[in-house]
């Protein structure tokens, strides 16, 4: 399987919710990271996985969390949800940490 | 010092022109940096990539100039086409640490 594949591509949220999101990597790809990218924005890294466990953090609250499975997919789970959190997010992968990405076409989430 | 700066924010060029975009680091640390593509609604592209051991890269069209003492690199997509008209984003990372991204620029290239 080639590719990286996001789910869902948008997302409309209340403040206060939570949302999942979800992105299944290439094959053979056990590092992962998210980004967000704002409007106009370059993209701003929140966290990367490696072999399922976190290998590193950007400036983000801990409300922003994440797993990665053994079957090269993951999630990014955000809690307490505030309109600034409206946003593309952004999975990438690679067979090796920032290396080398493919990233996702992302998920547009917006938080009324 | 983490930040990547890029300029210009925005590009036009005539097809068949050169399009050059810059962007400057502080850490010196980096030791890898790459330029993405990006279309509307999809997410970036890696385009070329160096490493601070050399100062030129080409592919096809995409070159990487690197200075080193100056801490710059640029991209210079020659003969531009119409098909290039995306926003491109530097970046830069050290070691196994986190991608930085420049703030993008976007190019539109007329016929």
């Known amino acids: 399987e080639t590719g990286v594949t996001q789910s869902p591509t948008h997302l409309i949220k209340t403040r206060g919710q939570q949302v999942t999101l979800r992105c299944s990597s290439q094959?053979?790809?056990?590092?992962v990271s998210w980004y967000q990218q704002a409007l106009g924005q370059g993209p701003q890294f929140i966290f990367q996985?490696?072999?399922?466990?976190?290998?590193g953090r950007g400036n983000f609250p801990p409300r922003f969390s994440g797993l990665q499975f053994p079957n090269y997919s993951s999630e990014l789970n955000v809690n307490a949800l505030e309109l600034d959190d409206s946003a593309l997010y952004l999975c990438?992968?690679?067979?090796?940490?920032?290396?080398?990405?493919?990233f996702g076409s992302g998920t547009r989430l917006t938080v009324v | 010092q983490q930040q990547v700066k890029q300029s210009p924010q925005s590009l036009i060029v005539q097809k068949g022109g050169i399009s050059i975009i810059n962007c400057a680091y502080e850490n010196t640390a980096f030791d890898y940096f790459p330029w993405y593509q990006q279309f509307p609604g999809k997410g970036p592209a890696l385009l070329i990539a160096?490493?601070?051991?050399?100062s030129e890269k080409k592919e096809g069209r995409f070159t990487i100039s690197f200075n080193k003492s100056a801490k710059q690199f640029s991209l210079h997509i020659m003969d531009s086409q119409p098909g290039d008209s995306a926003t491109y984003f530097c970046?830069?990372?050290?070691?196994?640490?986190?991608?930085?991204f420049g703030t993008g620029t976007r190019l539109q290239v007329f016929p």
């Open positions: 970046a830069a990372s050290e070691g196994t640490d986190k991608l930085i």
């Open positions: 996985y490696y072999r399922e466990e976190e290998n």
């Open positions: 094959s053979g790809h056990n590092t």
């Open positions: 990438a992968s690679s067979s090796e940490p920032n290396y080398g990405y493919t």
């Open positions: 160096i490493r601070p051991d050399v």
